[in-house]
């Protein structure tokens, strides 16, 4: 309930700041040459927050002076923080205590929100008096008060692609030039890390058995009957169970010989170089995979009942083979 106020008070404030100051200002009066400090948003889950960063590249090829913070979920901050198109970053909660950050988003000329799932930066920048705030893929008119310019959603385009939208609203003569691969930088300590951690298996595999959301995983004995066949075929293969702390206890009845539980093991920042160092992983639709589409790990993605068009593999698509089953209900 006290969410739901604080938003509510924090729409009526934003709705009445532009309606005394006239900003945001219509995309028709932006001048790119004028814009010195940015704002990109992306503030949600690990997954999703990688899928934003060729549109993070995209702005910073169209702003090279410019100072480009990035405003992300301060869990997932450890995972892209050498990302190198941006020059500093401000943690995102929701709730009260994102007031904390009106005082910062009051210097930016330019907000551009990649995701749609929460309109609280958009409002706040509104309520800071950005000039220009452009938002990601509306499929609602929640937001519209907040924004610059509407930008479409697009139901057959790639979560890539409509995060692009964003930036090729600003210059639609750049349509098709944007690099869509995602920005992923792997750290030569995690790498270091990965190599202790993993040992001389000749063959590595990784098992990511569950996501943020139920629905989404496949039934664990599943996957013990996978592991079991793999093992059988594979005499030179060893397999490692990934996840959060959480997923550890879950995890524990697949572990056994040449099957090791690494959930909660494996420190955000060097993830990368764990999952890049593995010869496959077979995953749901969930972080972990993403990660491996950015790393160039081969996967096997096991999607339902979310769209593939959205979130699956949009790079290397030979290395990647995915399952789908129709949503059931």
């Known amino acids: 309930m006290l969410k739901k106020l604080n938003h509510k008070l924090l729409r009526s404030l934003a709705k009445y700041q532009r309606k005394r100051t006239g900003r945001p200002k219509p995309l028709s009066l932006f001048r790119p040459e004028e814009v010195r400090r940015i704002l990109v948003v992306s503030c949600t889950a690990l997954g999703d927050t990688l899928l934003s960063t060729p549109a993070i590249r995209a702005t910073r090829e169209l702003f090279p002076h410019a100072h480009i913070t990035w405003l992300v979920k301060g869990s997932v901050a450890p995972l892209v923080a050498d990302n190198p198109h941006v020059d500093a970053f401000l943690h995102y909660e929701s709730g009260p205590k994102i007031w904390k950050l009106l005082p910062a988003f009051r210097s930016f000329d330019l907000v551009l929100s990649f995701h749609d799932s929460d309109e609280g930066p958009t409002a706040l920048a509104c309520l800071a008096g950005v000039p220009f705030i452009l938002r990601s893929a509306m499929k609602d008119e929640k937001a519209r008060p907040f924004l610059s310019a509407r930008v479409p959603f697009r139901e057959d385009a790639h979560l890539i692609e409509q995060r692009l939208d964003v930036v090729r609203a600003l210059f639609p003569d750049r349509a098709g030039s944007f690099d869509t691969r995602m920005v992923l930088p792997v750290r030569a300590e995690s790498l270091a890390f990965a190599r202790n951690l993993l040992g001389e298996a000749p063959l590595r595999i990784g098992f990511q058995c569950f996501a943020s959301r139920e629905y989404r995983n496949w039934p664990l004995e599943r996957f013990g009957e996978l592991g079991k066949r793999l093992l059988e075929r594979y005499p030179q293969a060893h397999i490692f169970l990934v996840g959060g702390p959480g997923d550890r206890p879950g995890l524990s009845p ?76």
Request: hydrophobic content about 40%; some cysteine; overall charge neutral.
């Open 254 to 329: 697949l572990a056994g010989e040449r099957i090791t539980n690494l959930a909660g093991e494996i420190p955000l920042r060097h993830l990368p170089g764990v999952i890049k160092e593995l010869d496959l992983l077979v995953s749901v639709d969930t972080g972990p995979m993403h990660v491996a589409f950015a790393v160039g790990t081969p996967t096997v993605c096991l999607f339902v009942p979310s769209e593939v068009r959205h979130t699956g593999p949009y790079q290397d698509l030979e290395r990647h083979r995915v399952i789908r089953k129709e949503r059931p209900c």
